[in-house]
């Protein structure tokens, strides 16, 4: 089974680090035309030229903060007069500050529900015109393990990965007649930057060393390691792919096996 991409234009969230940018590779490689949005134009520069270099496709980028939801609207408008319909979308951003649930203020919902659910939901409203005039679509949201069991000491991450989840569903059912299909991919314990992040707060709260928190969290995966971003990657070309036509509405995990529930 080989996945095949060309001639799909592709929007790729969050694509200058980390999961997204596995993503932006791998569409790449199965001959998508890419569109690469993040904050860093410098990142950007980089990771857009490298692509340009590799592969014979149409490869942009858009410089911006997604949590600012006119500009994005603006921009992304500006951009679909220069690629064509986009059918394929990765919705991914970095996640909410560690935290209990119940310390958390309005403002720091606010702010992850604007970096997540509001953003995408300005995508789909820009990309859904041209997905249903050619029957064809892939909305794939980069979710968390946290939206189907609870991560200890991310209150506000759990309740958003928990709203894009119910938003996806509810979505998934409105366009499947149209062609397109909304699914979620629930990363577990990938190693990123904003892994990192999390295990060297988490140590500091517990008083413990980084790596007996990283020791700490590979134990509580089946497989016995953290992942890779390129094993998010291979999922998400699966789901953008024609072979995926049948999958539309689900919570897929990428996790080692660490979900407890089914």
């Known amino acids: 089974m080989k996945i095949d991409l060309s001639k799909r234009n592709a929007i ?3 694509s200058s680090d980390g999961i997204g940018l596995a993503v932006a590779h791998q569409f790449a490689e199965c001959g998508a035309n890419l569109l690469l949005v993040a904050r860093s134009i410098e990142k950007l520069v980089r ?3 490298d692509l340009k270099q590799k592969y014979n496709q149409h490869i942009d980028y858009l410089a911006l903060d997604i949590g600012e939801l006119n500009t994005l609207r603006k921009e992304l408008k500006k951009k679909i007069i220069e690629f064509g319909n986009f059918t394929i979308v990765l919705n991914n951003s ?3 500050p560690a935290g209990s649930v119940s310390n958390a203020t309005i403002e720091d919902f606010e702010q992850a529900f604007r970096q997540q659910l509001y953003a995408f939901q300005v995508v789909l409203e820009i990309v859904k015109p041209g997905m249903m005039q050619q029957n064809f679509g892939r909305i794939i949201n980069i979710t968390s393990i946290g939206a189907k069991q609870p991560i200890p ?3 506000v991450s759990n309740t958003l990965r928990g ?3 119910s938003w996806a569903k509810t979505l998934s059912l409105e366009l499947a007649p149209y062609g397109i299909t909304v699914n979620n991919l629930l990363p577990g314990f990938i190693l990123t930057k904003r892994l990192i992040s999390l295990i060297e707060t988490e140590a500091r709260r517990k008083g413990i060393s980084f790596e007996e928190e990283m020791n700490f969290r590979q134990r509580q995966v089946p497989i016995g390691r953290v992942g890779k971003p390129e094993e998010i990657a291979y999922a998400a070309a699966f789901l ?3 072979f995926a036509s049948y999958v539309n509405g689900i919570n897929f995990p990428v996790d080692g096996g660490f979900l407890s529930c089914v």
């Open 94 to 96: 970095g996640g909410p």
């Open 163 to 165: 709203a894009v989840t």
């Open 153 to 155: 000491n991310l209150g």
């Open 240 to 242: 953008a792919s024609d």
């Open 47 to 49: 990771i857009t030229n």
């Open 12 to 14: 790729v969230l969050g």
